[in-house]
């Protein structure tokens, strides 16, 4: 299911960027008391009683001719376009100017839900200020403070009120969703055509020519999947166009949605370090993950090529060191009936459980092979482990004080787990918590 997704708008240096690093909890955006100064649209994950969104920073909407504003409306428009709920962020020492109006025009047309919230209300003597700004429409505004954290368990307590029905599937609970990312022009839409057999998605060789997601319902030996295939994603610096970092959302968004994510190469191109920051969303979603080199059939080979590139790819993607490689080519559809075989096992050592007795056995066996570590005199104790959850799989074990894990123990403890169970292809979290 996909997360809903919250965007911040208003009009330049009325506290958005403040107020996103707030509600994510650390200080992702540029905070500047600039008008202007957040020119990109900053993404992340917010969490509100149960409630997981993502949540989007815009660079704010303005009528004036200062530096930046006509790009910085063109990707609020985007921002506004591409939410579920908008929090349309007002500021009371300035009351309701002319821009907060124009504001107000563009998302009336948005016809998406819009909770209005009025910043820098740092003492209760200024709630009395807030009333002028029912004249925007959008009926009762939220006193914050993004400087003190005031007011914003209310705000987030509106917001939350219209994630219901967000994100909900059409698709059954058996169905494995994949999607493709990577860099544009690395072949993906034409990878979906391969995979399909028909030439159901647009290709061509100008990059970026994918703008949207798009869901294609698919069966392979009576499995039934939907493939999303995505707009690739670029390095931020090297593109200008609002569009090609709206797709980055989309990607974002069909990660969320996504059992399994093809991280797709160029093999004739080789690795670059976009790849590895496009593979790092996946990676950081938890999601099953196949990396899959394609253009295979345009590189000069020898008997130890596809070894090189191998171990080339495992050197530099060593956070994907579970994934397994598919060497293929799109185009000419070689090696192509080695990619479902991996979709599926990824997407089943995503969704696998193990008997927590078994469990048990085998972390108490790798302990006596490889005694806990100490601490100024004291030693680690594993009291138990239990798996609380799966996609992906997740581990909590009890000790008798967390501070005692070294992370090297700990990725010890998760490569014995690995080589106990079949968990190619998905990542495994560990979290030690104290035995009460």
């Known amino acids: 299911m996909a997360k809903p997704?919250?965007?911040?708008?208003?009009?330049?240096n009325v506290g958005k960027s403040t107020i996103f690093n707030r509600i994510v909890g650390e200080r992702v955006s540029i905070v500047e008391d600039i008008?202007?100064?957040?020119?990109?649209?900053?993404?992340n994950s917010g969490e509100w009683l149960n409630n997981q969104f993502n949540i989007i920073d815009t660079g704010g909407i303005d009528i004036g001719d200062e530096p930046f504003l006509s790009q910085i409306r063109q990707q609020a428009e985007i921002a506004i376009e591409e939410a579920d709920v908008i929090i349309f962020l007002t500021n009371v020492r300035e009351g309701v100017t002319a821009a907060d109006e124009e504001v107000a025009k563009i998302l009336y047309r948005s016809n998406k839900p819009v909770v209005l919230a009025v910043n820098k209300v740092d003492n209760p003597e200024m709630r009395a200020n807030i009333y002028d700004f029912y004249s925007l429409g959008f009926g009762e505004p939220y006193p914050i403070s993004g400087s003190h954290g005031l007011g914003l368990g209310d705000l987030l307590d509106e917001v939350a009120k219209h994630f219901k029905n967000i994100g909900a599937e059409d698709y059954d609970d058996?169905?494995?969703?994949?999607?493709?990312?990577?860099?544009?022009?690395?072949?993906?839409?034409?990878?979906?055509?391969?995979?399909?057999?028909?030439?159901?998605v647009i290709v061509s060789d100008i990059a970026?020519?994918?703008?949207?997601?798009?869901?294609?319902?698919?069966?392979?030996?009576?499995?039934?999947?939907?493939?999303?295939?995505?707009?690739?994603?670029?390095?931020?610096?090297?593109?200008?166009?609002?569009?090609?970092?709206?797709?980055?959302?989309?990607?974002?968004?069909?990660?969320?949605?996504?059992?399994?994510?093809?991280?797709?190469?160029?093999?004739?191109?080789?690795i670059i370090e976009q790849d590895k920051h496009i593979a790092g969303y996946a990676h950081d979603a938890g999601k099953a993950v196949v990396i899959v080199v394609n253009k295979w059939d345009a590189v000069e080979k020898d008997e130890r090529t596809m070894k090189e590139f191998e171990e080339n790819i495992r050197e530099h993607f060593k956070f994907l060191d579970y994934a397994p490689i598919v060497f293929l080519s799109a185009m000419t559809k070689k090696r192509i009936h080695t990619l479902m075989?991996?979709?599926?096992?990824?997407?089943e050592n995503h969704s696998r459980r193990v008997q927590t007795n078994v469990l048990n056995d085998v972390v108490m066996d790798a302990v006596a092979m490889n005694p806990t570590p100490t601490h100024k005199g004291k030693r680690l104790k594993i009291f138990y482990t239990s798996q609380v959850a799966v996609k992906p799989p997740t581990f909590v074990v009890f000790v008798n004080d967390p501070e005692l894990m070294h992370f090297?123990?700990?990725?010890?403890?998760?490569?014995?787990?690995?080589?106990?169970?079949?968990?190619?292809g998905t990542p495994i979290k560990i979290f030690t918590r104290e035995r009460k």
């Open 408 to 424: 090297s123990y700990e990725r010890f403890l998760e490569n014995r787990i690995r080589a106990a169970f079949e968990f190619e």
């Open 208 to 270: 970026g020519t994918t703008r949207d997601a798009i869901d294609t319902v698919y069966k392979y030996e009576g499995q039934e999947f939907v493939i999303i295939d995505t707009a690739g994603m670029r390095k931020k610096g090297k593109v200008y166009e609002t569009t090609e970092k709206y797709s980055v959302l989309r990607a974002l968004k069909a990660i969320d949605r996504s059992d399994v994510i093809l991280v797709v190469i160029d093999g004739e191109e080789g």
């Open 341 to 347: 075989p991996n979709i599926i096992l990824a997407s």
């Open 5 to 12: 997704v919250v965007a911040i708008v208003g009009r330049p």
């Open 174 to 200: 058996t169905t494995i969703k994949f999607s493709l990312i990577g860099r544009p022009n690395v072949g993906k839409s034409s990878l979906v055509n391969a995979i399909l057999g028909e030439e159901r």
């Open 35 to 43: 008008p202007g100064v957040t020119r990109d649209r900053i993404y």
